[in-house]
Every structure is written in C-alpha cells, then in structure tokens.
T-cell receptor, first 114, second 116 residues
C-alpha cells in the first residue's frame, strides 16, 4: 500500500515570500498525486494533480508542483505568498488497483505573517 | 447542486448514542467516498460507493460504522453507540465515473462530530 509523508507540520512565511511544501510518497510505481488545501471550516479544495506527462504541473491560485521520480517527491511551490494562502495543505496519493482510496499526508499548516 | 453538501455541519452527541451524517454529492457524480479526519491527522479512507456496485467498506474502523447510498445519490454514514474516539471531522467526496483513469474527488465541508 502507498503512504505519504509531509515532513513539515507547520511553516510560517512572510507575505510576498516564496513557499515550498514537501511531500514524499512510498509506492513502487508512479502514483497519481494531488495537493489539496483546506481553509478553516471548509472542505478540501484541489490545487493541482499529476497523472502523467510533464513533471511540472500548474494549479490554481498560482501554485505549482514538481514530480521527481528519483526522489519520490511531489513538492508544492508558490513564488509569492498572499495572506489568503494561510491554510492547511494536504498531499495525497492514489495508486494501484484501488487508486480511488486516496492516502493523505498529515498536512502542513501554513501561517502567513504581514 | 454546485458542490458536495454535508449535514449537519456540527454534531454534538453523548457517548453511546447513534448519529447519522448525510452527504449529497455533486449532481451527475456516480462515485461517493467517506473519509475521517481526526485532530492533527490526515484523512483516513472509510468507504467507497460506485454506482450499483458493492461498496468498498474496507476502511470502516468497526462494525459500529455503516453507510448506505440510496438511489445512487445521497449517502448516510451511521455511527452506532458512539465513543469518544469517534470525535473527528467526517468528510464526504464525490467524483465522476471512472473511465480508465483516476477520478478527481471533490470534497464537502465536512461534519464535525463531538462525542461527550
């Protein structure tokens, strides 16, 4: 079965600074990869996904992520953070014959300071 | 509807009582999922419905948990004899029929369950 690790529980970043959130997965082949964002009291919103092809994927709200097979990573980046980006971010993996069972990391909480 | 709708948004219950959580998926989505999000944890898969197929219940933590989906649309997650460890946010998601690729799951805002 696949698993996901988000090494950073909490990140604080200044508004306008760049942001990178780490995600590592464990799976023998290339899985389907997702980043979701959850604002307080809200459901999860899909930021971007990787299924195949170009390893650099663009998402909504100015986010991008890069799939690196050699490192089993799918890190999320944003060049310039806005205060509205303060939220919890989840990396998720779907793989194998039961790829509908997404495995989620524990999440990274992002705080944006003025 | 425009998105996945869950009700109630918050539920406080006493230990030992039964609770029902409701999910109304996006119109036209045939797949429906339930996840549980415990404090400080990621999401834990509970159950998956796809059309008229038998549901995948492999994630249900105990026989106190059950779910049904009536008419291929609305789903109800029932927890019997609730325990304090059942306190969590229960999230529902839906997606289109899978046609050779993975589905994108769209999530509701969840039901926050507190068992006293």
């Amino acid at each position: 079965a696949q698993s996901v690790t988000q090494p950073d529980i909490h990140i604080t970043v200044s508004e306008g600074a760049s942001l990178e959130l780490r995600c590592n997965y464990s799976y023998g082949a290339t899985p389907y990869l997702f980043w979701y964002v959850q604002s307080p009291g809200q459901g999860l919103q899909l930021l971007l996904k990787y299924f195949s092809g170009d390893t650099l994927v663009q998402g909504i709200k100015g986010f991008e992520a890069e799939f690196k097979r050699s490192q089993s990573s799918f890190n999320l980046r944003k060049p310039s953070v806005h205060w509205s980006d303060a939220a919890e971010y989840f990396c998720a993996v779907g793989a194998g014959s039961n790829d509908y069972k997404l495995s989620f990391g524990a999440g990274t909480t992002v705080t944006v300071r003025a | 509807g425009a998105g996945v709708s869950q009700s109630p948004s918050n539920k406080v219950t006493e230990k030992g009582k039964d609770v029902e959580l409701r999910c109304d998926p996006i119109s036209g989505h045939t797949a429906l999922y339930w996840y549980r999000q415990s404090l400080g944890q990621g999401l834990e898969f509970l159950i998956y419905f796809q059309g008229n197929s038998a549901p995948d219940k492999s994630g249900l933590p105990s026989d106190r948990f059950s779910a049904e989906r009536t008419g291929g649309s609305v789903s109800t997650l029932t927890i019997q004899r609730t325990q304090q460890e059942d306190s969590a946010v229960y999230l529902c998601a839906s997606s289109r029929t899978r046609t050779g690729g993975v589905n994108i799951q769209y999530f509701g805002a969840g039901t926050r369950l507190s068992v006293l």
